[in-house]
Each structure stands twice: as C-alpha cells, then as structure tokens.
C-alpha cells in the first residue's frame, strides 16, 4: 500500500472539461444580449469629441473622460428632437442602453436622451443659431431698413385672444386713432407657432397691404419663447420687404427674432409708441407753436393795452391800425412757420386723401346727380338771360325802325301843316295844270279828308308878287 493509501487519501483521474467552441457572431451575439438586459437604461456623462453627422441623419461620436472612452450612436428620430445641435468639446448627460456593434466587435451606447450639462438644451441652441446668423450676416445693421415715419396701416402677427393685442391698440388709438391695424392671428407658443408666425409674415408681404409687420408676444421662459428663436422663422423675417418690428417678451428677454427684425421693440407696447412717434412728434411740435402763438399774442395784447392807456386819443387809433396791422403780419408769419413745421409728407398725406376723398365723391351716383342739376340751372339761367337780352335788342332795333318810319311817312309831313291832293280817280296831284274846272276832287290832311269840286284854277304866285 503506497504512503497515501495508508494516510487514508484516494485519487481519481482528472479529466478534462468539454471544450465549447464559440462563433464569433454566437460570442458577440450573447454579450450584446447580457449587456443590452443589464444595462437596458443608463446614465453616463462625458464630453463629446469625434463627431460625425451621416447623411442618413444619423449622428455618431465619442462619449470620453479622463480615463475612457465610449462610442455612441444616435439615430435619426432621436437626432431630430434635439433642440441644439451637439459639438466636439460639449460635456454632456446622456441616457440609453449598453449594446455591441457586431460588425466591428465594438461595445457602443445607443442613446435616446441627450442634453448639455450646465446650460440648457434652449440656450445652447440659442447660442449657436445666434452665432450661425451673425456669421451669415443677417444681424447687420447695414441691412435692416427704417421704419415709415407715417405709415398708414400696420400688420401685427400675434395671438388675437391675449393682452398684447389690447395693449397695442389702445396706444395706437391714443397717440394716432387714424392708424389701420391689421391682425394675423398666430399661435405665439408651441410646436406649430414659428410656422404660423412666419405665414403671417409671407401673408402681408404677398397682399402688400400694410406699411411696417410687427411679432408680439408678451413675456415667458425660454421654452416660451422658443418659437421666436427657430431658424425659419428668422430667415421669413429676413427676406421680408416690408420691415418688421419685433416686440416679444419683456425688456429684458432677448429672441433671435429680435436680432435678425429691422427694429426691436422692448415690449409690444413700446412698439406701438415708436411706430406712431413721428406723427405724435409732429402733433406736438404743432401743439407746441399753437401755444407758443397764443401766449406772444396775449403779450402783445397786453403791451398794446398798456401804450393805449398812455396815448392820447387822437394818435391811439392810428397807432392801433398800425400795431394791428404788424401783428397780423406776424401771425401770418408764424402760420407760415407752422405749416413748414408740419413737413411735406403730412401735406402730402393730405392731398392724398383730399384726392382719394375727390375720387370717391366723383364716383357717387349722388354727387353727379346734384353737379348735373346745378349745371342745368346754371344753363337755364344763361338761356333766360339770353332771352332777355335778345327780346330787349329786338325791342330797341323796333323802335329804330318804328322812329325811321315814322320820320319818313307822310303822315308825319301832314302833321306840319301840308296837304296831298288826289283827283276823282285817286291819283296824286302835283302840278294845278293836271285840274280841270269843273273836277272832283279830295284833299287829304293830316286828321282826315275833305272832298271838293275845282271851280278855278289858279296861277303860282311868285315871291316878288
């Protein structure tokens, strides 16, 4: 018996395990299975480097930190929810599971959350579309256009049912009620709202209706406003033809709209205060002069009641035609600086609707009528006239000829004392030679007639008989 027999110690053979040879898939296959159950959500943070944006929309980078490094994937549908767009050097919290790429025998994270640690996603986006535009110029103040000192209809794009729509209104209506003001309704927050706000734009620049556009919406968080800071809405608002104001927010509150818009408004109602604040500077500066007019008319009231006080009588009213006289000169004087006060633009403005007021009264039915009645008088009262006129010539050249007659008829040679002689047959005697004794006769005088029998005849007596 060996020395281990005796120690009471027996020994088998040792065989051998049974060797399991793996496939490469079947071995990368399981461990993606055991790591994808064991780590189906997690939380990593590190910085982002290596990055890759596939044209299939996919993203790809590199999760690392001091001491490792992990490769990650972000798929489409999560990539488009992103509100920034992520960068190399971007320290980052991301969430998802643990799985092998099996084409490369690689261990990745397949992400479906990623947001920037620190700063919020919105600010970051912020920042980085903030950037993008400066770069491209669309912050340029070179290109942004000056608003319409007197424009005379205004667009606003905003939501119809909140306070700001009231707000401005009541300041147009109080500084120039003759204002026009159009309302877009838009939604102001949410998913859709840069879309809708941005059709308000396109829609007044396609109809031309309205002279500035302006965006409002009151205050709110970042995510409030995050309509204002999408690309697309600030690319509208920098093709616009017309210009835009941008009134979103509080003072403090700053939007992309606000850098890429002609001119930014600290709230709406600010807005309403500088589009209408030529016109109101105008109304003033004439407010201004009117009172300037009346109290230097009152002084020289004053000073004239005072020197009449201390003039005779004899003088006081010819000093007073005189005084008279120059301070209406100076009133005219101080009209004529008032109207070139008021600029030609607003009597241009005045003409315009003067035109448009002749235009409209042209075309009315009404007004035609009552120009044709008056111009029918006017006819009637020419032709009566006329009439007249023409009945008294006829009247005047009647009596003419009635007086021309009347100094050549017979009659009126009758009148002085002569007579026509006729004989029996009613022939004109004009010589005693054509009577025979014995004859009838008629001798016609100026109030009737006297028939008489020629008994002589006799001669003509001479002047010297």
């Not at 004239?304 to 009588?313: C, E, I, M, P």
């Amino acid at each position: 018996m060996s020395q281990a027999g005796q120690l009471g110690f027996t020994f088998e053979p040792v065989r051998e395990p049974a060797r399991h040879v793996w496939k490469v898939s079947e071995l990368v296959g399981e461990v993606c299975a055991h790591l994808e159950r064991q780590y189906a959500d997690v939380w990593i943070e590190g910085e982002i480097s290596n990055l890759r944006a596939a044209s299939s929309g996919h993203i790809y980078f590199t999760l690392k930190d001091d001491e490792a490094q992990l490769g990650v994937v972000l798929f489409r549908r999560q990539a488009s929810l992103l509100r920034f767009r992520p960068e190399d050097g971007l320290q980052v919290l991301v969430r998802g599971r643990v799985s092998v790429y099996a084409q490369r025998g690689q261990m990745q994270m397949v992400v479906e959350f990623l947001e920037p640690v620190g700063a919020g996603s919105l600010q970051i986006a912020f920042e980085q579309l903030k950037a993008k535009l400066q770069q491209e110029g669309l912050f340029d103040p070179a290109r942004k256009r000056p608003l319409p000192a007197y424009p005379r209809c205004v667009g606003i794009v905003t939501s119809p049912s909140g306070a700001v729509i009231q707000d401005f209104l009541n300041i147009v209506n109080r500084r120039h009620a003759a204002l026009d003001v159009l309302l877009y309704p838009a939604l102001v927050q949410g998913g859709s709202a840069a879309q809708e706000i941005a059709s308000g734009i396109e829609y007044f620049n396609q109809t031309r209706n309205v002279d500035v556009i302006v965006i409002a919406r009151g205050g709110g968080s970042l995510e409030d406003l995050a309509p204002f800071n999408a690309e697309g809405l600030a690319r509208v608002i920098a093709a616009s033809e017309i210009p835009v104001v941008s009134a979103v927010g509080h003072e403090t509150d700053f939007t992309i709209a606000d850098f890429v818009a002609d001119l930014r408004a600290p709230t709406p109602s600010a807005a309403a205060e500088l589009i209408t604040s030529a016109l109101h500077r105008v109304e003033e500066h004439v407010a201004a002069l009117a009172l300037r007019l009346d109290r230097a008319c009152r002084y020289r009231l004053l000073h004239a009641r005072d020197r009449l006080a201390r003039l005779h009588a004899e003088v006081v009213f010819a000093r007073l035609r005189e005084g008279f006289g120059r301070r209406q000169q100076h009133i005219d004087e101080l009209r004529f600086r008032m109207d070139a006060a008021m600029g030609g633009a607003f009597r241009r403005a005045a003409l315009r609707l003067h035109e448009v007021l002749s235009r409209l009264q042209r075309q009315d039915a009404t007004h035609k009528m009552q120009f044709w009645r008056e111009r029918l008088g006017a006819l009637e009262s020419r032709l009566a006239h006329a009439l007249q006129y023409r009945v008294r010539q006829g009247t005047a050249r009647l009596d003419a000829v009635v007086r021309q007659l009347s100094a050549l008829s017979p009659l009126a040679v009758l009148q002085r004392g002569y007579a026509l002689v006729f004989d029996e047959g009613g022939t004109l005697i004009r010589q005693a030679a054509q009577f025979s004794a014995g004859e009838q006769m008629t001798v016609r005088l100026a109030d009737g007639s006297v028939e008489g029998r020629v008994t002589r005849i006799l001669p003509e007596r001479t002047s010297r008989q």
